[in-house]
């Protein structure tokens, strides 16, 4: 795995090898992922600490890429890239993105010690701090008239004379090419922090539907504060609600809106001023109540001559305002020495009134209502009817036989029952039991709608589309509230879920020759129930062998001594138990079938020839299953018909390569690529080529793009990375990493430690490049230029030399150490057929590697001209 950018600001490398990749805030972020293997990997791109960009790959999942447009700042951190094919281990990169951003600076002003009341800060020690949110750190520079100060300003014992205007300077130093950015603050001697009043009530009680208007206004502070509303925790105001200046209206209040909201000033100077109000909205909540029969004795019964105490439960708003009343068959009910009534604490939530009837004769069986509401409106009244009689008695609970061990099978709908009796009826509660017995309540097991528990008035819970994650233990149990009070009763259910087996390979195809050996393998992945599993073999209709799982077996399997012609076609396992059967599939076919070729990631563009119109194109591609049929003996390429012999037996993975030449520019090209085995031809992969007018080459890949030693000079040029090379003989010389910036990368190099002497020449020889007038592709018949070349020379002087073959001139020269870093070296502009030589000449010293990469030649007019050639110091 290795990655391609684009607008980077810059990429560079850290310790263990991971790039840094930075951005300028509001950009486009575009990473590729270039993977190599066979077959093709599938990539996923992830984050760390979740977010933006875990997904996967796309139609091309073998180059990758991730795309974030107008990133901001939050998207910033380590990306990986994750490429896995079913082989070896998966192949993972990371790259760091680092987003940078400037905000607007604040310029805020403080004292020292204490506010001075009539001259603000006077004669004390004032700072004027200035900040401002970037990446990477900011520099600040002060400014009075043309004065430079430091980060903070401090004036020290403040003086008429210290009144101006001040100018706060922010700036990052144009990295990622961001601007400055600056901040003005006029101190004088009326500079004060701001203070605010409300004009309102404290709380302020509305009625639901009500408009509510919020006051805040200044009352002193110079530069004059800004007002604005907030909630607590960062809650956003109401979606209805208008700010104007400092006041906040909210039309048509609800519930909802009820809470603290705070006006908040500021102008910089000193802290913010800060008041809070509460807006309270009338209204009532559903009421509660419960049933509490003979408290002092342990009978769960109502009886004669016991007590029995009846209470109810309202959630108001404001609690305060909430008023309870009793009724007895419909008529008002006064507390007694019988009938005793007393209410909690209003400043208590929810209010709560009792109602205890003591010594309980035959004459109080009845109706007794609660009735709840608020002193001053605003909500309607809750009445809640509790029936006192001899047919009051507290609930059992019960499962139906039969029902309290379901199976059931998956997208089932299943019905959990638990009867209830009593009256009143209570409502019943299901949650989960987690394994070991702990209670569901807890939240560790959620109901199948994900709530800890839920409730049914009916004894019923139905649960649709069952589901595997959705089997075991489910307990009912009565509510303390709208019922008895007494000790909850509860039942337990225990819910399997059934499902059919689940097994891989569910489709695979499998291409063998004839008397070939070869197994099929059918795995179990999981099952419920997972005993009494049976496994069927058939080919086509025609049953093969049939057995029964072992306890500790997982998988089963069919082999196959030697394949005929009866042999091919599709053979099916299926894995059965009481849910249903899992399917593996095999299709095996023979003979000419060999699995199609994978064209792979190719050279940047064409390959220019010595010829007039004409150019190349190197393919490379990967086999599929090379081995799988018969060994491929050749390739049929669909452009002119021709064959690519294959001598050797082909490896799972291997890159291949061929070079087509003799193409027209700048037609396109429709290539088709077939193997061929010794029973005939196999799939037919397609692509298309194009001529690109540009070369490119990184020396990312052995081939080198088609450059060449020149095996008449003393040494040859090496392909290194920084990775890789071994520095023990010069240490301090040569590159870092590539020109890319990274230590994985390849460059070319020369070496010219021992044995090399003085004046070996190492020479690189380009393919040969068309750069005829007549026949460039430029409009106008424009020149064509070619450019550039990156070199690095570091340590003592060594000369690396660009020249034409076909001129035998020197393009280009440079001598001497050019430090711990990448030259963009040549620009040419020539009109004839042209094959660059890269020369490198080792000198007196050893101390002075070259390295050469990231040639690119373009169709074009040149942005600089080209270099001076410059002459080897003397004496050196």
Not at 657 to 666: M, R
Not at 830 to 851: C, K, N, P, T, Y
Request: some cysteine; charged content about 25%; overall charge negative.
């Amino acid at each position: 795995v290795w990655f391609l950018w684009v607008l980077a600001c810059n990429v560079e490398e850290e310790k263990y090898s991971e790039r840094v990749y930075t951005i300028r805030e509001g950009e486009t972020l575009e990473l590729q992922c270039l993977v190599t293997g066979h077959p093709r990997p599938q990539i996923r791109w992830t984050k760390t600490a979740g977010g933006a960009s875990d997904r996967q790959g796309d139609q091309a999942p073998h180059n990758d890429t991730l795309k974030i447009q107008t990133i901001n700042r939050h998207q910033g951190g380590r990306y990986y890239c994750k490429a896995e094919n079913g082989l070896g281990s998966p192949a993972i990169k990371s790259i760091r993105v680092d987003v940078y951003y400037l905000d607007d600076p604040v310029i805020t002003v403080h004292q020292s010690v204490g506010e001075s009341k009539e001259q603000f800060y006077f004669e004390r020690t004032v700072f004027l701090r200035c900040v401002a949110n970037s990446n990477p750190p900011v520099h600040y520079t002060w400014k009075r008239g043309r004065e430079g100060e430091t980060k903070i300003l401090k004036l020290k014992n403040l003086r008429p004379q210290d009144y101006s205007d001040y100018t706060c300077v922010a700036s990052v130093r144009s990295v990622c090419a961001i601007d400055d950015k600056s901040a003005h603050f006029s101190l004088s001697n009326r500079t004060a922090p701001p203070s605010i009043k409300l004009l309102l009530d404290d709380p302020l009680v509305v009625n639901p539907g009500e408009t509510v208007s919020l006051v805040c206004v200044a009352s002193g502070g110079d530069p004059p504060p800004t007002l604005m509303w907030i909630r607590p925790e960062g809650e956003e105001l109401p979606k209805r609600s208008v700010v104007n200046r400092g006041t906040l209206t909210i039309p048509a209040v609800t519930v909802d809106d009820g809470g603290v909201y705070s006006c908040v000033a500021s102008n910089n100077v000193g802290n913010s001023a800060k008041k809070s109000t509460t807006v309270l909205v009338r209204g009532m909540n559903p009421g509660r109540f419960w049933i509490t029969p003979d408290p002092y004795h342990n009978d769960d019964n109502i009886q004669i001559g016991r007590e029995v105490k009846i209470s109810c439960q309202v959630e108001a708003t404001p609690p305060e305002e909430l008023a309870f009343g009793w009724l007895k068959n419909g008529r008002p009910l006064r507390s007694s020495e019988r009938m005793v009534i007393t209410h909690t604490d209003t400043d208590v939530t929810p209010g709560t009134t009792n109602l205890d009837i003591i010594d309980l004769k035959f004459t109080d069986f009845g109706t007794y209502t609660c009735v709840a509401s608020l002193r001053n409106g605003g909500s309607p009244e809750i009445s809640i009817d509790v029936n006192i009689s001899s047919t009051t008695v507290p609930p059992e609970l019960t499962v139906p036989r039969g029902r309290s061990h379901l199976v059931a099978q998956e997208g089932d709908t299943v019905d959990l029952q638990c009867l209830v009796s009593g009256k009143p009826k209570p409502i019943i509660l299901w949650s989960r039991v987690e394994e070991g017995g702990g209670a569901a309540a807890t939240g560790h097991t959620p109901m199948p709608d994900g709530s800890a528990q839920m409730e049914s008035y009916d004894g019923v819970l139905r649960i649709s589309n069952v589901t595997r994650d959705m089997g075991g233990t489910y307990r009912c149990q009565t509510s303390q509230y709208n019922g008895f009070n007494v000790k909850p009763r509860e039942a337990l259910i225990q819910l399997v879920v059934q499902f059919p087996p689940t097994v891989e390979p569910v489709y695979t195809e499998i291409r063998q020759a004839l008397g070939r050996a070869f197994s099929l393998t059918c795995r179990l992945l999981r099952a419920h129930p997972a005993r009494l599993l049976r496994y069927e073999w058939k080919l086509g209709s025609r049953l093969l062998t049939v057995g029964q799982f072992g306890e500790q077996k997982d998988d089963t399997n069919y082999h196959v001594r030697a394949l005929n012609r009866e042999g091919y076609g599709e053979y099916t396992c299926d894995i059965t138990n009481e849910a249903g059967a899992g399917r593996c599939t095999f299709l095996v076919t023979g003979e000419a079938d060999a699995y199609a070729p994978e064209f792979y990631y190719d050279t940047y563009g064409a390959l220019w020839q010595n010829r007039p119109r004409v150019y190349g194109f190197k393919l490379q591609w990967t086999q599929m299953e090379p081995n799988a049929v018969d060994r491929i003996v050749a390739y049929r390429l669909g452009i002119r018909q021709q064959e690519i012999t294959m001598d050797r037996t082909i490896q799972k993975g291997e890159l291949l390569t061929y070079n087509l030449t003799e193409l027209v520019k700048p037609e396109s090209y429709l290539v088709r690529l077939t193997p061929i085995t010794h029973y005939g031809e196999g799939d037919t992969t397609e692509r298309i080529i194009t001529y690109s007018g540009e070369f490119q080459c990184g020396f990312e890949d052995e081939a080198l793009c088609l450059f060449s030693q020149d095996k008449t000079e003393e040494f040859d040029w090496t392909r290194h990375s920084a990775a890789t090379r071994d520095t023990k003989y010069t240490p301090n010389t040569g590159p870092s990493s590539d020109h890319a910036g990274s230590k994985q990368g390849f460059y070319m190099y020369i070496e010219t430690s021992r044995p090399r002497l003085e004046g070996d020449k190492a020479r690189l020889l380009s393919p040969t490049f068309n750069m005829n007038t007549k026949t460039s592709s430029l409009p106008g018949g424009v020149a064509p230029t070619y450019c550039n070349v990156c070199v690095h020379i570091f340590g003592d002087c060594n000369r690396c030399v660009i020249s034409s073959i076909v001129t035998d001139t020197s393009i280009w020269s440079l001598s001497g150490n050019q430090g711990n870093r990448w030259r963009k070296s040549v620009s040419a502009d020539s009109s004839v057929f042209h094959q660059m030589v890269l020369e490198g000449v080792r000198w007196v010293r050893h101390r002075g590697d070259i390295a050469i990469d990231d040639i690119a030649i373009e169709e074009g007019e040149c942005k600089d001209p080209p270099p001076r050639v410059s002459e080897p110091p003397e004496n050196t």
